[in-house]
């Protein structure tokens, strides 16, 4: 079962890139699956028994996705690092917020030629729906310095800056469910129609969003090719080897059991690498640096027989390696821009509206003593 959501900005968001900083904060241009699920975690641990707990946060029963920015309604997912355009015409490729196909070329397409006397440029940034409308994610700057008890002044050598997403933006995500604990279920749907804190400095000017339970109809746009399979990734996914070493280039079987015969192609695979470190809020350090895949890698795969429509379908809608609760392994299979070595005008891969889900609005039945009718006054407040 999958939930959609959308989170906008009511206060400017701090998701730092990497919590190992101490110093220039940079912040991430979407809202990484971990931080939903650290904000789910925080409000409802106490409330569920140990087994539940253990299923909602730790298990990968419940997976979140990123929540990536909204662009006319519809979700923008990250570009594809196969894109390329020439370098000399680097001034057309984005024409009022959108790419200008007609310049773009796709080099995981079998098909595709290089040509030798043209100097390509990938697109390794940003986000695009599937009309080829680019979201433009505002982001601002501040500096701060921390303040002397004593004295009450700036603290000698302790001045720090952080970058942050605005306030009024407004991203997208989901939940995967795969277990049916119906108290889990209604606990993630009232969490989903609330307001939150997320990000670092929620005890200042920071944090505050606002999540809405939303509907997409979700396409089963699997297309079959016989011989190659084409992973777009949706999210930053993190693989191991036989020896239990983080790898950038996952063998068939660690997406899928049926892949196991299949080679990845490296000469049509682009593959983008990110370091990252959380922080243990229980053993109060960080855990260890994960090597990941950076979303937007495409990944090829050579087969050796076709897969079934069940193959992809679970491939397409379940997220692969590991730590999958944090949001990583989200993959697209065989987008439609995958098919071909130019992009098409047409819709680029099968995109959906967001449409808003009517809420009814739980109404406290106590509501007769005069603190809390004072306090229900000054909600809207």
């Given at each position: 079962?999958?939930?959609?959501?959308?989170?906008?900005?009511?206060?400017?968001?701090i998701?730092s890139q990497?919590n190992a900083?101490t110093?220039?904060?940079?912040?991430l241009?979407?809202?990484p699956?971990?931080?939903?699920l650290g904000?789910?975690?925080a409000?409802y641990?106490p409330q569920f028994?140990?087994?539940q707990?253990?299923s909602a946060f730790?298990?990968g029963?419940?997976q979140?996705?990123p929540?990536?920015?909204?662009?006319?309604?519809?979700i923008?997912?990250p570009?594809?690092?196969?894109?390329?355009?020439?370098?000399i015409s680097?001034n057309?490729i984005?024409e009022e917020?959108k790419y200008?196909?007609?310049l773009?070329?796709?080099h995981?397409?079998s098909s595709?030629?290089?040509?030798?006397?043209?100097?390509?440029?990938q697109?390794?940034?940003?986000?695009?729906n599937s009309?080829?409308?680019?979201?433009?994610?505002?982001?601002?700057?501040?500096?701060?310095?921390a303040?002397?008890?004593?004295t009450?002044s700036?603290k000698e050598?302790k001045?720090?800056s952080y970058?942050?997403i605005?306030s009024?933006?407004?991203f997208?995500?989901?939940?995967?469910l795969?277990?049916?604990?119906?108290e889990?279920?209604?606990a993630?749907?009232?969490?989903?129609?609330?307001?939150?804190?997320?990000?670092?400095?929620?005890?200042t000017e920071?944090?505050?969003?606002k999540?809405?339970?939303v509907k997409?109809?979700?396409?089963?746009?699997?297309e079959?090719n016989?011989?190659e399979l084409?992973l777009?990734c949706?999210?930053?996914?993190e693989f191991?080897n036989n020896a239990?070493?983080?790898?950038l280039?996952?063998s068939?079987?660690?997406?899928?059991?049926?892949l196991e015969?299949?080679?990845?192609?490296?000469?049509k695979?682009?593959i983008?690498?990110?370091k990252?470190?959380h922080f243990?809020?229980?053993r109060?350090g960080l855990?260890t640096?994960?090597?990941l895949i950076?979303?937007?890698?495409?990944?090829?795969?050579?087969l050796?027989?076709?897969?079934t429509?069940?193959?992809?379908h679970?491939?397409?809608?379940c997220?692969t390696g590991i730590n999958q609760q944090?949001?990583l392994?989200?993959?697209?299979?065989?987008p439609?821009?995958?098919?071909?070595d130019?992009?098409?005008n047409?819709?680029?891969?099968?995109?959906?509206?967001?449409q808003k889900?009517?809420?009814?609005?739980?109404k406290f039945?106590?509501?007769d003593?005069v603190?809390?009718?004072w306090?229900?006054s000054?909600?809207?407040q």
């Amino acid at each position: 079962m999958r939930i959609y959501y959308t989170l906008t900005t009511i206060d400017p968001i701090i998701v730092s890139q990497n919590n190992a900083t101490t110093n220039n904060h940079e912040c991430l241009d979407y809202i990484p699956g971990s931080t939903i699920l650290g904000a789910l975690a925080a409000q409802y641990y106490p409330q569920f028994s140990a087994e539940q707990s253990w299923s909602a946060f730790h298990s990968g029963q419940v997976q979140f996705s990123p929540c990536y920015p909204l662009v006319n309604n519809e979700i923008a997912f990250p570009t594809p690092a196969s894109w390329n355009y020439d370098k000399i015409s680097g001034n057309r490729i984005i024409e009022e917020d959108k790419y200008n196909t007609s310049l773009l070329t796709n080099h995981s397409a079998s098909s595709f030629i290089r040509d030798e006397n043209i100097q390509y440029k990938q697109c390794r940034t940003g986000f695009v729906n599937s009309q080829g409308d680019i979201a433009k994610v505002q982001m601002g700057h501040s500096t701060k310095t921390a303040l002397d008890e004593k004295t009450g002044s700036a603290k000698e050598s302790k001045l720090f800056s952080y970058s942050f997403i605005e306030s009024n933006q407004t991203f997208s995500g989901w939940i995967e469910l795969k277990d049916n604990d119906k108290e889990i279920e209604n606990a993630i749907k009232c969490f989903l129609n609330s307001y939150i804190r997320i990000g670092r400095s929620r005890n200042t000017e920071f944090g505050r969003v606002k999540l809405t339970e939303v509907k997409v109809q979700q396409p089963d746009n699997n297309e079959n090719n016989d011989h190659e399979l084409v992973l777009w990734c949706l999210s930053d996914c993190e693989f191991i080897n036989n020896a239990g070493l983080p790898t950038l280039s996952p063998s068939g079987e660690n997406i899928h059991p049926a892949l196991e015969k299949a080679k990845l192609s490296r000469d049509k695979s682009f593959i983008r690498s990110v370091k990252t470190s959380h922080f243990n809020q229980k053993r109060q350090g960080l855990d260890t640096e994960q090597i990941l895949i950076a979303k937007g890698s495409v990944l090829t795969y050579q087969l050796d027989s076709p897969l079934t429509q069940s193959d992809l379908h679970e491939i397409n809608t379940c997220s692969t390696g590991i730590n999958q609760q944090f949001g990583l392994g989200w993959m697209s299979v065989n987008p439609t821009w995958s098919l071909n070595d130019t992009i098409s005008n047409a819709s680029i891969f099968q995109g959906s509206a967001i449409q808003k889900v009517d809420v009814p609005t739980n109404k406290f039945s106590g509501a007769d003593s005069v603190l809390v009718k004072w306090l229900s006054s000054q909600v809207s407040q």
